[in-house]
């Protein structure tokens, strides 16, 4: 069915409706090109009074590669800006040197981030949340082809979202991207613009052969249309919402997973995953845990392919692990994915196994509560009468040891090749090592866990359990009531 100019306003203001919260009196960012698409965007906005004129601030970026052409796009958004008495910025960006500088492949991707770049520099300017652009249902199409073409997984099948995360710099996090027009055709922004005597320009750059998205655009998909699939662009959109709903529910389970299998340790800069519960994941859940600790890390995914998961997810389905410690693969921006005791690594440093500097704790010093900073744990020591029926051991943050039968002397550091431990309820003593390995505990959450030990053995093994050596008992007098809490 052909909309009309009324059922594109609708659908546009619809679409608006359900991010309220980041559009409504407050000040708006429209993305403009002076192109048919943002042209006809930016007339709804103007034209049905859902926004405050005065709140929308126009945003164009001459990116100053057409010359003439181009000077001319920005005069004449300019122009309709002032005719409809909107507030605007024109900016300029050069993508080819801003491309040599960074050493990026693709002239579209430097050009996309000088673009993102500036509507961000905008929407911070005038305190926007959002920037509204006019990408239709053929740029969703092309999108998600594009994607398929270069090798994607869920994620990409998405193309693009009505509202997302901002997509460059990774870093910004308040200000965020809506699409309004997913569902109106390119065709259908040109009809509206002839109905209501709309000018817009046309972008000569637009047809150049030179770029993907315009050989995607005007040669891949009208002979997808013509020799294989008329409803081809019907496909891609209906590809891109069942990928959406997948993802949705397996991201739903994928925090569970993460928490229960991944370590983030923000001092060696890594996320180490432990391999047995890992391999014992379902195979899209593994795919979206190395996404994500990649994303932990370099803070995006950008450079991050199908191929360089593939290659991780394949090595360790091998299972050749006869060495303790080897490389897997190296990923963009210089990650490296590496096995080492049970654990797959992913770190841009190189890992050492040096542990931090002990610390002493001398009890028989202690006359008051004294406090100790280890890594990013704070552990404070107070000696204090108990009695045992009146101590509450429902805290996992707080032990109580019989101050009468340690040492006094404690030491806080991590743990060696060696240490010993006799858990509390076990009837031996056994490798610290063994134990964590009983509790599947990978290589790099060894390391960097606190214990605490005594001259006979570890007293406890933070996050774990109290020894049998140090337990409280009925005839217990003098307490030493040991708490953590977390350092920011």
Excluded at 234 to 260: C, G, M
Aim: glycine fraction near 6%; hydrophobic fraction near 40%; charge should be negative.
């Amino acid at each position: 069915m052909v909309k009309t100019s009324i059922d594109i306003q609708k659908i546009t203001i619809n679409s608006l409706r359900k991010y309220e919260k980041l559009v409504s009196d407050i000040p708006v960012v429209v993305a403009c090109s002076g192109g048919p698409d943002s042209t006809a965007l930016l007339h709804i906005l103007t034209n049905t009074n859902y926004l405050k004129t005065t709140n929308l601030i126009v945003a164009h970026l001459n990116h100053d590669f057409r010359g003439q052409e181009a000077e001319d796009d920005a005069e004449f958004v300019k122009n309709m800006a002032s005719d409809w008495n909107l507030a605007y910025r024109i900016g300029r960006a050069d993508p080819l040197s801003y491309q040599n500088e960074k050493g990026i492949s693709s002239f579209e991707q430097a050009a996309r981030e000088l673009r993102y770049m500036f509507l961000r520099d905008v929407a911070r300017d005038v305190g926007a949340r959002s920037v509204i652009l006019g990408h239709t249902v053929d740029d969703l199409a092309e999108t998600v082809l594009g994607h398929i073409i270069r090798g994607t997984g869920l994620q990409g099948l998405i193309g693009m979202e009505v509202c997302s995360n901002w997509p460059f710099p990774y870093d910004e996090e308040e200000i965020m991207i809506i699409r309004p027009m997913l569902e109106i055709a390119k065709s259908e922004t040109e009809s509206y613009c002839a109905e209501l005597g709309v000018e817009f320009r046309r972008d000569t750059g637009n047809y150049s052969h030179r770029f993907t998205r315009n050989r995607i655009r005007h040669s891949l998909l009208p002979e997808l249309a013509i020799g294989y699939n008329p409803g081809i662009k019907d496909a891609l959109v209906r590809l891109s919402r069942i990928a959406s709903e997948n993802l949705e529910f397996i991201e739903s389970r994928l925090e569970e997973y993460w928490k229960e299998l991944c370590f983030v340790d923000a001092n060696l800069n890594c996320v180490a995953i432990n391999l047995i519960r890992f391999v014992e994941a379902p195979i899209n859940i593994q795919r979206l845990l190395l996404r994500k600790a990649y994303e932990e890390i370099i803070g995006n995914t950008t450079r991050l392919q199908e191929n360089h998961i593939d290659q991780v997810v394949n090595q360790v389905k091998a299972g050749s692990h006869n060495s303790s410690y080897y490389k897997i693969a190296d990923w963009p921006n210089n990650l490296k994915i590496l096995y080492r005791s049970g654990d797959l690594v992913l770190s841009k440093e190189e890992l050492s196994s040096q542990t931090p500097e002990k610390i002493l704790v001398e009890l028989v010093e202690l006359s008051e509560a004294c406090s100790y900073v280890y890594r990013d744990t704070k552990f404070t020591f107070e000696l204090m009468v108990h009695r045992f029926e009146d101590v509450d051991f429902s805290n996992p943050d707080v032990v109580y040891l019989d101050a009468s039968s340690i040492p006094q002397t404690l030491v806080i550091r991590s743990m060696n090749t060696g240490d010993t431990f006799h858990p509390y309820g076990f009837d031996h003593e056994l490798l610290l090592s063994d134990f964590f390995s009983k509790r599947q505990m990978g290589q790099i959450e060894r390391q960097v866990m606190p214990i605490i030990t005594d001259n006979k053995g570890t007293v406890w093994a933070v996050e774990s359990r109290i020894s049998e050596l140090g337990k409280m008992g009925k005839e217990t007098k003098k307490v030493l009531r040991i708490t953590r809490s977390k350092v920011d």
